[in-house]
């Protein structure tokens, strides 16, 4: 195995990229060697302040030099096709955050652009199947320890501000976005539901503005129910126009038990059988007390240092990352049918 480190380039140095570039300088088998960005001193401030070496506004010399093995994508929805299908043409590893596009042409493209370069990882961000109480809970449904599932459901409740859809004026939008809450903010508790519960065979809701209008054309509020392929029922209410700053609750409901998770702590754990829900608290105590609260960066969790070192890891082992661009396209695709169904 060539023990030389995987050369990275951020592009996007926004919101979320500068986190991609702290977790990368945290990898052992990563090196951050460029960042680009679309506003130049953007760009070039996020360089001098973690000490990367290059930086640019044009991706195009990121995919043309020779010295960059892969990319992470943190910039605006619309944008993510075309460049996740560019790197990998070029030869590039490709790390996107979510969602992987603004619609479902451009989530195709990604997914067929992935399939057609197996030896090139492609990976979707979903932070938090790395956090340990979402692994745990996946684990014990999977398994079977709650029995047959009947339900899940799920809230999510935040407040973006008139000035946050201002700052960057994608957000909001159809053309820029695809959504609003659903695919932005809400759309990690929506892989979560998913990722735990079950692939959905239907997704019905409605999708409203209710309190942004004259702000945003997209959503502020959703409302989906979806059958699962068990047959579990699901449902996820959520809305980016509460009062509340974050919050967020997933329950799952089986035969034999009841499991809540509210704000990344467990809420409830209650099974018919005493010795079973002894064992599942263990289980799930003994994930907590794996968890690094010094890593994460406030309602993002902890799971993008994990994410970032598996990225890294499958590049570096030429193996098969947690979270391939098809993995990732399954929720994303679950919004998209959410909006066609409430436009009905």
Known sequence: MDSSPIRIAVIGCGVIGPLHAVCYQHSPHARLDMVCDLIEQR????????????????????????????????????????????????????LCEKCLGRNQADVDRMVAAAAAHPDLVAEGVFQHRFDPLPRAFHSIVREGLLGNLISVSGLHNCYRSKQYYENDNWRGTFAGEGGGVLINQSIHFLDLLLWIGGSPVGVHGYAANLAHRGIIETEDTAALSMRLESGALASLLCTNASHLNWFYRLSFTGTEGFLELRDNTLTQCEFKDPERQNAVRKRIEEAIATEDIAKGKDYYGTGHQAQIDDFVDAVFKKTAPFIPFASAAKTASTVFALYADSKR
């Open 43 to 94: 760009a070039k401030k996020t360089a001098e302040k973690y000490g990367i070496p290059r930086w640019t506004t044009n991706a195009a010399e990121v995919f043309a030099n020779p010295d960059i093995d892969a990319v992470s994508i943190c910039t605006d929805h619309a944008s993510h096709a075309e460049l996740a299908c560019a790197a990998l043409a070029a030869g590039k590893h490709v």
